[in-house]
DNA sequence: TTTATTTCGTGTATTTGATACACTAAGCAA
DNA sequence: TTGCTTAGTGTATCAAATACACGAAATAAA
């Protein structure tokens, strides 16, 4: 949870990014305004309203390091948090079920993946967050549906086995809508 | 878009429906979050970050009425606002299109609603929100296959036709997320 | 070179949900 | 009794989601 004070002359977002880089020297993530947590009580020390961001990332893409305010950094599965101050349990929850929902009616997943995957690392993505199994035939189906990733006519091979075709997504600048 | 600066012990949403009721005398509406505004120029006078809220309500409930703060308020339809200052056509746009989201994947209509309602009327705000005519009868076979509302008994009699059967919300308490 | 192992890639049948579509019912007024 | 208005209902079709199993391609080991 890096974050910290605004600038009087700082946009929001350039804010996060800003906490996000000088605590774990990570940049260039996907940022996404979370939401913004103002009760009075939420910090006993003093009035802090927190607009909160999340970012995405792969996880193998990241080495936090911890640098001028931050004194530790590490990674921890949502599922084995240690204990948080203040309601920073309450903010990543609201991240966590953010996530979950836009997983279904957007790209957000391929956030997740370096520029150039297979499908089976993105079904895997899915797999992880909604922590279910899906059925391959069926993801590919619904995912190729939707017409967001192209093949690039490379292979991945690592390993002995057959290779998997590497896709892109198609229009990777924003977060699409999937309606559906 | 009434507005106005929080006190230094004032929750966020506090402070939007006070400055709501003190600009417009509205109360008792159902309020969201939207969006927090940051950027250092939105404001040309200052650096002002607004943490916006929408507000929803049965139009024929509410008479504005401007106090203090406002020396003016009246409804706009959203296909014709009036020239508006800083950044708040962004806001309400923002607005329109959570409204119309949620509209397809929540109970959020019914915030629209007074308490016991028909079922054409519901129809009806959907159709004015999404500007096209539904079929009644898929309207009314989506509606109750979510079992969100339940008949109340009672018909409602105000015109020289047929009565329609007057409905409620099931648990009235919360926006709930339908999903599909 | 053959075999074993691993992951990749694919098609069809079934079920479920969304859509298209038209008439009768009930109240009131003339 | 007739005319007008809005309420209420069923079925057939189409589209999308789901369930389900096996051959293909690469490498390593025998």
Redesign the interface.
Known sequence: MPGGF?D?????EACAKRELQEETGIEGLYLE?L??F???QRDPRE?V?S?TYFALSQSDHLMPKASSDATQTAWFPISHLPELAFDHATIIQLAWKRLL?KL?YSTIAFKMLPKYFTLSQLQTVYEILLNENLDKRNFRKGILARNIIKETGEYSRNGSHRPAKIYQVINPSQIE?I?R
């Open positions: 605004l009087i002359d700082e946009d929001l305004q939401y913004t103002g009760n009075p009035r309203i607009v929902s279904g809508i309606k």
